[in-house]
């Protein structure tokens, strides 16, 4: 119900005594000690640092168990007191009513109830205690408890919740341990139900695992018990509260101003782009950034497992996928979803993720008509991408020759984005490959664009730079077609440099 605040810790540590000073100029020199006395000690042979050359002395950790005996018995006191409050509370409002009003007024409302209940109930607390049981009493009824504090950051990538006393958080790059608790499974349990049924889905042991996604379009996965054995686990993809766009990726890094260029070029000119890369790599928001490209005259029909894209297009339709229900009926994939779409007079189909048998629906797509389509795909390169799509056509049981899938696939897909998360945590776009047709049996492919390792700070930061390989692009015709030939020209000039 409510979350616990638990610092870090919990045991005493020993903590090795401080090097002592160096003597200073006035102190007496010690001589120093000869014969046998050298040998048995080795350390008064040694040379002696200077003030300089000496590394910093380690501040004393001094962790005191009455301290920390009080600040349990705290925490343990203020939950006691928010359970308390909290049934009050229930017993005094009308649900009913305050659905008819806004956020912000039932959480002032809520408020002043509180406050009214703990004056009633003589509690004793200081203001800074009740603020805090007000804030985590309206967190629990409006939202999603603990949750709430992390899912108002916007520099945090994932929410990772393994049981009701670890959650830990993806900010940076790197994934750290936080502080938040859940007070038991039976809370975590109500805030993972919460999220599932508003989007008219549910997570239980009859049915232990659930795709579902917040209000902002955050990607949701609940696994519950009997399946997850210490208890239920929740992991957030978070995104953030803007749009991300080639602007901002070309200030992290993640791509130069010419290769961004490349990619704006590729997707107003209509050429059919798939995104490559694992998971975590930033595949979701490099899709959302080629979109921004997209005509505002076309009309764009999106399928997905769980609706996450953002796009900004005037004229969109947004289709999702559903389980089956109780009685393991009405279930709709994503095959379905692309073989209706074909219905809807869609000018570009985009795919959230192509992970089973509606990527020859897709490919069917873009080779009839359907050009400027895209989607997302989990490969460790361009070639991996693409036996991985010839492994998905494979799984609808169509019994094509292989040589047949490749041609498909060759002359669906222009190009190939390869995304990547490199060992520092920073996300790199590092291969721009286009797809040319086929060899004999095999899919010819060739880099426009490439990732440079070049060095490594002390810190373990990987420094390299976008490269153009020099070769002219097989989609310059469509290029000059939509009069954006030359910004490709300048682009590929500067990015060979």
């Known amino acids: 119900m409510f979350g616990r605040r638990v610092e870090p810790g919990g045991h005493s540590e020993t903590v090795p005594a401080p090097r002592p000073a160096p003597a200073g100029p006035g102190a007496p020199r010690t001589p120093p000690a000869t014969g046998t006395d050298s040998a048995a000690t080795p350390e008064a042979s040694a040379p002696v640092l200077s003030k300089a050359s000496q590394p910093p002395k380690k501040p004393e950790i001094v962790v005191d168990e009455a301290s920390l005996d009080r600040l349990r018995a705290r925490e343990n006191r203020l939950d006691e007191i928010k359970v308390s409050v909290f049934n009050s509370l229930i017993e005094a409002i009308d649900l009913g009513q305050l659905s008819s009003l806004s956020a912000d007024a039932v959480r002032e409302e809520i408020s002043d109830v509180i406050n009214e209940i703990i004056s009633m109930q003589d509690v004793v607390v200081n203001p800074q205690e009740q603020r805090q049981i007000i804030t985590d009493i309206c967190n629990d009824i409006l939202g999603l408890g603990p949750l709430e504090p992390l899912l108002a950051r916007d520099d945090i990538a994932d929410i990772m919740v393994n049981g009701y006393d670890k959650v830990y958080i993806e900010t940076k790059g790197k994934v750290e341990l936080t502080t938040v608790k859940f007070r038991d499974n039976a809370q975590l349990m109500n805030v993972c139900q919460r999220i599932v049924s508003a989007v008219g889905r549910r997570v239980d042991e009859a049915s232990p695992i659930c795709d579902a996604r917040l209000v902002d379009g955050s990607r949701v996965n609940v696994i519950v018990p009997p399946l997850a054995l210490d208890g239920p686990t929740l992991t957030i993809r978070k995104f953030k509260k803007d749009k991300l766009t080639f ?175 490199l060992r520092d945590g920073s996300r790199k776009i590092v291969q721009v490959t286009e797809v040319i047709g086929m060899e004999g049996d095999v899919v010819t492919l060739q880099d426009l664009m490439v990732f440079d390792y070049l060095d490594e700070t002390s810190d373990g930061r990987i420094i390299g730079r976008h490269r153009a390989t020099g070769i002219r692009p097989a989609f310059w015709d469509k290029a000059r077609y939509f009069g954006l030939e030359d910004r490709l020209a300048r682009a590929l000039e500067k990015a060979s440099d």
């Open 247 to 421: 602007d901002e990726l070309i200030q992290f890094g993640s791509i130069s101003p010419e290769g961004a260029t490349i990619l704006e070029v590729a997707s107003a000119a209509r050429c059919n782009i798939l995104i490559s890369g694992g998971t975590g790599s930033g595949k979701t928001t490099l899709l959302n950034c080629l979109t921004n490209y997209i005509d505002p005259a076309e009309r764009v029909v999106t399928c997905e497992d769980a609706a996450e894209l953002q796009l900004k297009n005037p004229h969109v339709v947004r289709l999702e996928t559903r389980p089956p229900n109780l009685e393991g009926v009405g279930e709709i994939t994503m095959r379905d979803l692309v073989r209706n779409c074909l219905r809807m007079r869609p000018e570009r189909i985009i795919v959230g993720e192509v992970r089973g048998p509606e990527a020859f629906d897709l490919l069917q797509a873009m080779n009839t008509g359907h050009d400027g389509s895209m989607g997302t795909v989990h490969a460790n390169n361009p070639r991996e991408g693409i036996s991985r799509l010839e492994n998905m056509v494979a799984m609808g049981g169509f019994s094509l020759p292989p040589k047949a899938t490749r041609e498909q696939i060759s002359s669906a897909i222009s190009l190939i984005v390869q995304a990547s998360r």
